[in-house]
């Protein structure tokens, strides 16, 4: 099982950026995608960002995110970040890094993934 560390939470105002970072232990290994979700208070968890281990240019984002969020990875340093720019009061969220082996893949959603971090809160406020 891999382990997975977020940082980077935070409160900010509308319009503000903020980075999340995923460190990941040992190793990536066989993943076949890292990611991001987030969960609202009283809302269901949701996909947020998406990014291949096996092809680091392939990417998904919700439509709710894309053009402002950016996911990347580094595979020295054994990250995963989530550069989170124009950020509007309904990205408030509990953000989770979670890692997928493939074994159990169902398509691109939360049951999908076998690993998952603790969790980073962010808070933006208008």
């Known amino acids: 099982r891999l382990q997975l560390v977020e940082s980077g939470g935070g409160s900010v105002q509308a319009g503000g950026s903020l980075r999340l970072s995923c460190k990941v232990s040992p190793e990536f290994g066989f993943t076949k995608y890292t990611g991001w979700f987030r969960r609202a208070p009283g809302q269901e968890r949701e996909m947020v960002a998406l990014i291949s281990s096996r092809d680091l240019s392939l990417k998904h984002y919700s439509d709710a995110v894309k053009g402002r969020f950016t996911i990347s990875q580094d595979n020295d340093l054994k990250t995963v970040d989530l550069q989170m720019e124009n950020l509007e009061p309904e990205d408030t969220a509990m953000y989770y890094c979670?890692?997928?082996?493939?074994?159990?893949?169902?398509?691109?959603?939360?049951?999908?993934?076998?690993?998952w971090g603790q969790g980073t809160q962010v808070t933006v406020s208008s």
């Open positions: 979670a890692a997928a082996s493939g074994r159990g893949w169902v398509g691109i959603r939360a049951e999908s993934f076998d690993d």
